[in-house]
């Protein structure tokens, strides 16, 4: 199993600029969620989705957009990027099953955006 | 609002010593309660996990107990490896089934 995975890896793009990271999963899980990790302010959600064709926002949702039309996948969008959005982005699944509190994560994707 | 608190890093230590790392929380309800480990270049994975007052969680030498009426939930290893060498993140699950993290602590253990 190849767990979560994130597409890219890395990225620099220029303000204004669009851009969708991909998170996929093999493990059949239902929940998915996108953080976001910053210096000195751990991980912050920014949005989730507790099944297939379902989305809810976080704690941080402005300026990002998700889409969930597979199961084992959850889209990240960035229509207009901001220097602010400068962040490493980590995509998790969960299913209730194991306890929807233990969160599988992906390797992360590191943005820069300048 | 529910939090979590972790104490500042970076934490340096040398091979065998022994670990702490603080963590405290603000929450409504009964949480579960979790720590969360991030190796270099990595995403997070489960530690270790305590879902009721007074249960220990352990795993790979890491002990934290879930301190109802200190509202605490302290992660202690009895001797680091320079393997340990991580941030460490405290974690709690809301009512609504999302996790909230703490800030994170560095890990870092010398030879």
């Known amino acids: 199993n190849a767990g979560v995975t994130q597409t890219p890896k890395f990225r620099v793009l220029k303000t204004g600029q669009s851009m969708t990271l991909l998170c996929a999963q093999d493990?059949?899980?239902?929940?998915m969620y996108w953080y976001r990790q910053d210096p000195g302010m751990g991980l912050r959600l920014i949005h989730y989705?507790?099944?297939?064709?379902?989305?809810a926002k976080g704690e941080v949702p402005d300026g990002y957009n998700v889409s969930r039309l597979k199961k084992q996948n959850f889209l990240l969008g960035l229509e207009s990027a901001a220097p602010s959005q400068t962040s490493v982005y980590f995509c998790?699944?969960?299913?209730?099953?194991?306890?929807?509190?233990?969160?599988?994560f992906g390797p992360g994707t590191r943005l820069t955006v300048t | 609002g529910n939090s979590v608190t972790q104490m500042e890093g970076p934490v340096t230590l040398s091979e065998e010593a022994f670990l702490t790392i603080n963590c405290t929380y603000t929450?409504?309800?009964?949480?579960?309660l979790f720590w969360y480990v991030q190796y270099p270049g990595e995403g997070l994975q489960l530690l270790l996990k305590a879902t009721k007052a007074d249960d220990k969680g352990s795993n790979k030498g890491f002990e934290a107990t879930y301190r109802k009426e200190t509202t605490s939930f302290h992660l202690e290893k009895g001797s680091v490896q320079v393997s340990d060498s991580a941030v460490y993140f405290c974690a709690l699950s809301s009512n609504t089934g999302k996790l909230i993290f703490g800030q994170g602590t560095t890990l870092q253990v010398k030879p």
């Open positions: 998790a699944s969960a299913t209730p099953g194991q306890g929807i509190h233990e969160q599988y």
């Open positions: 989705s507790v099944g297939e064709g379902t989305t």
């Open positions: 493990m059949n899980h239902e929940y």
């Open positions: 929450a409504t309800g009964y949480p579960s």
